[in-house]
């Protein structure tokens, strides 16, 4: 029993550090494959912003009172470190904890094109999402699958690298003589 009661807490130390030290999370919902997105770590769950102008969280599912499932990195090393189920809970725009939580998101937003009406913008536009950790670690140091669980990336507009052209190279020598 009390090795069960350490684990958890060892779990819990974890899922908490683990997630306050990374940049980026990688969440799942009940819908679409997992997306990394930016949080703060916050009031023991991980707090995030969606929607216009923002990191996009319509098509990953997440409802409030439903499940997730976050996948934090190390910082040290960028590799898996600790999976961790969570519920969702969306606080009601402008209340007590909506404004808390977003205080700390908004002091890490990088450059908001509307820093000083963001948080009325968030209020009328976004979701403002607080994963809390339900139960331990489900993936962590010992615990982890034996395949790779890669996963084919998004479909998107970008392009990789072409090639540049044979010419350029004798171009860019000849300006440089004149």
Do not use: F, Y
Request: net charge positive; charged share 25%; with cysteine.
């Amino acid at each position: 029993m009390t090795e069960t009661v350490s684990q958890a807490l060892h779990d819990r130390a974890l899922i908490e550090e683990a997630t306050k030290k990374s940049g980026l999370i990688w969440v799942r919902g009940t819908a679409g494959p997992a997306r990394a997105l930016w949080h703060v770590w916050h009031d023991g769950a991980a707090c995030l912003v969606g929607g216009p102008g923002e990191q996009p969280l319509d098509d990953l599912g997440l409802a409030d009172g439903g499940p997730a499932t976050v996948t934090v990195r190390s910082k040290d090393k960028g590799g898996r470190l600790v999976a961790w189920q969570a519920r969702v809970h969306e606080p009601a725009p402008r209340s007590e904890a909506w404004q808390a939580t977003v205080e700390e998101l908004k002091g890490k937003r990088l450059n908001a094109p509307d820093a000083d009406t963001l948080t009325e913008r968030w209020a009328r536009e976004c979701r403002v999402l607080r994963l809390e950790p339900a139960g331990g670690a489900v993936q962590r140091p010992g615990l982890m699958p034996d395949d790779a669980q890669a996963a084919p990336p998004l479909a998107s507009p970008a392009t990789t690298r072409r090639p540049i052209p044979a010419a350029l190279p004798k171009l860019l020598r000849r300006g440089r003589r004149g």
